[in-house]
């Protein structure tokens, strides 16, 4: 269930989130704020207070009518209304809080199916194999920014929400901290160190759980708040060494956010997306330097949303359907079976693996 008076914040977040992923132009996306906006004006002024699993499908039904009848609008228009508001109702945050199964266009009204081909490049969802995942890192890390680097290693790591990675206190990394404010690091190189995540519904609930991080990724950590307490200075022979700051090492070791901006303060949403597009910048840049053959533009593709799905598909192979829900914080199944793909040779793979139990 979800507040008809609380869709404008969805609808804030929805809109931000998509501009990052399909790079929409600012004609495009006011004409989808208008669209969605006035569907709900038109729940407000009906006086419906709320959309449930139960109402969803009928509200749209009647907008849908009212539309035609009352404002008169051609049939094509109508559709192009009820394309955006779909998308939006079926948006992960929004289906979620509605605990509705997908709705399709042709529960509202009958339209022409798309031909396989179609459908298949609408729905399909973009992320990084391991090795071009790999390949984004390793170019943060060529760049030599420390901060970025351990950003988009949590990220491709942990499969949070944007939301969720500015949120993060250090205190949410599982490990101890010792007496300078860096991570007590594991005997064991090849743990997964829980972290807990807080989230704020725009209701104002919590959504707490927990993912996982790597070892590596916790060390990336500490190199980045070491990078905090220290400035490089030249020393007689002319060679810059780090050098600790006491300032700003008594800061660190009280310090309450884990990742900062270059001011010292807890680093905003924006900015998270501008290191994403940037450093992704750089891989198409080196690829087309160093004349690599790779399959993806990661300027065109790459984005806070896809690291997040990366790491969901990662789990995905590994984890069963319930475990990687768990991990993504989803409430519905459903909207996890999207982050599920398919492989048919690895399905074959693992019964040849297991066939001694068909006998």
């Not at 508001?85 to 979620?96: K, M, T």
Request: glycine share 4%.
């Amino acid at each position: 269930m979800i507040e008809v008076n609380e869709l404008n914040d969805y609808l804030d977040e929805y809109l931000e989130e998509k501009q990052e992923v399909k790079n929409l132009t600012k004609e495009t996306i006011e004409k989808q704020t208008f669209n969605i906006s006035k569907f709900i004006e038109y729940l407000e002024s009906n006086g419906i207070d709320e959309l449930n699993d139960k109402n969803v499908k009928k509200q749209l039904r009647h907008y849908r009518r009212h539309c035609l009848k009352k404002r008169g609008n051609k049939r094509t228009t109508v559709k192009t209304y009820m394309m955006n508001i779909l998308e939006f109702i079926n948006s992960e945050d929004v289906q979620e809080e509605i605990q509705h199964e997908t709705i399709k266009m042709k529960d509202i009204i009958e339209v022409k199916a798309e031909d396989p081909e179609t459908a298949k490049k609408r729905i399909e969802k973009i992320s990084l194999t391991w090795q071009q995942s790999n390949f984004f890192l390793d170019t943060i890390k060529q760049s030599g920014n420390i901060r970025d680097y351990a950003i988009c290693r949590t990220f491709i790591d942990s499969g949070m929400r944007l939301k969720e990675l500015v949120l993060l206190n250090k205190t949410d990394i599982q490990v101890p901290l010792d007496d300078n404010g860096f991570y007590v690091m594991p005997d064991d190189t090849n743990d997964f160190i829980d972290v807990y995540l807080r989230a704020e519904t725009t209701k104002g609930e919590l959504k707490d759980r927990t993912t996982f991080i790597t070892y590596d990724t916790l060390e990336s950590l500490n190199d980045m708040m070491k990078e905090r307490t220290t400035k490089l200075r030249k020393n007689t022979n002319g060679v810059y060494r780090p050098i600790i700051q006491r300032k700003k090492a008594d800061e660190e070791k009280i310090r309450e956010e884990l990742f900062t901006n270059i001011k010292g303060k807890r680093i905003g949403k924006r900015a998270v997306q501008d290191i994403i597009k940037k450093h992704a910048r750089e891989c198409d840049e080196r690829i087309s330097t160093q004349g690599f053959d790779c399959p993806i533009n990661y300027t065109k593709n790459v984005s806070v949303h896809i690291l997040r799905h990366t790491a969901l598909s990662h789990y995905a192979e590994i984890l069963t359907v319930a475990e990687v829900q768990s991990i993504a914080g989803h409430s519905n199944s459903q909207t996890t079976d999207k982050y599920i793909h398919i492989d048919r040779e690895q399905m074959k793979h693992k019964l040849r693996a297991n066939s001694n139990r068909f006998l």
